[in-house]
C-alpha cells in the first residue's frame, strides 16, 4: 500500500513539475505543465455538454506516458514541454499573466496566434494528435476513461481488442 501512495505521489509530481516564466530578463512566475495541458485540452475542444473532458479521457495520464516513453524522441518530448512554457510566455508577453490566468477570449486569441507561427502551428498540430489518441485509443493505453471517448462516438470497438500495450 505504501509503495502504490509513493508511487502515485511521485506520478503526481512529475505531472505538476513547474514551469519557470521569464518576462523582460527576469523570472515572471511558474504554471505546471499539467494544470496548462488541461486548459488548452478544453480550449481546444470547447465545453459541449457531451464532449469528453481532459480528465474524463485520462489525458494527462495519456500525456505522461508518452513523454516518459522509450518509443517517443527526445526531441518530440522536449517539443511537448517547451510548447508549453513558449504558450505561457506568449501570454505573458501579451497579457501580462500565463495562460491559466487569462480569460476564455483572451486565451482564444494566444491560440489563434501561436497557430498563426511554425513553431505555434506543429505544437497544437501534435498536442491535438496525442489529445485524440487518449479519447478514441483503447483504454489500454491509458487514455479512454471507462471507454468515455467511444461512448461520446457511440462506437463499438472491433475484436479480438489488444491483451497488452503494443509500444
Do not use: C
Request: aromatic share 12%.
Amino acid at each position: 500500500m505504501i509503495f502504490k501512495q509513493r508511487r502515485n505521489f511521485l506520478k503526481n509530481s512529475f505531472l505538476s513539475s513547474v514551469v519557470l516564466l521569464t518576462y523582460s530578463g527576469e523570472l515572471f512566475g511558474a504554471v505546471t505543465t499539467m494544470e496548462t495541458m488541461s486548459v488548452v485540452h478544453k480550449d481546444l475542444f470547447g465545453e459541449v455538454a457531451d464532449v469528453p473532458t481532459a480528465e474524463s479521457i485520462n489525458a494527462n495520464s495519456y500525456l505522461y506516458k508518452i513523454l516518459k516513453h522509450s518509443k517517443i524522441t527526445s526531441q518530440n518530448k522536449a517539443f511537448i514541454k517547451d510548447g508549453i512554457k513558449w504558450l505561457n510566455e506568449e501570454a505573458v508577453s501579451k497579457y501580462k499573466k500565463t495562460y491559466t490566468k487569462l480569460s476564455d477570449k483572451q486565451r482564444q486569441k494566444v491560440l489563434q496566434e501561436i497557430a498563426d507561427t511554425i513553431w505555434g502551428d506543429s505544437w497544437l498540430e501534435n498536442i491535438l494528435t496525442y489529445f485524440l489518441e487518449a479519447m478514441l485509443g483503447d483504454p489500454l493505453y491509458g487514455g479512454n476513461k471507462a471507454m468515455s471517448g467511444w461512448k461520446w462516438l457511440n462506437h463499438k470497438p472491433g475484436l479480438p481488442r489488444p491483451t497488452k500495450a503494443f509500444l
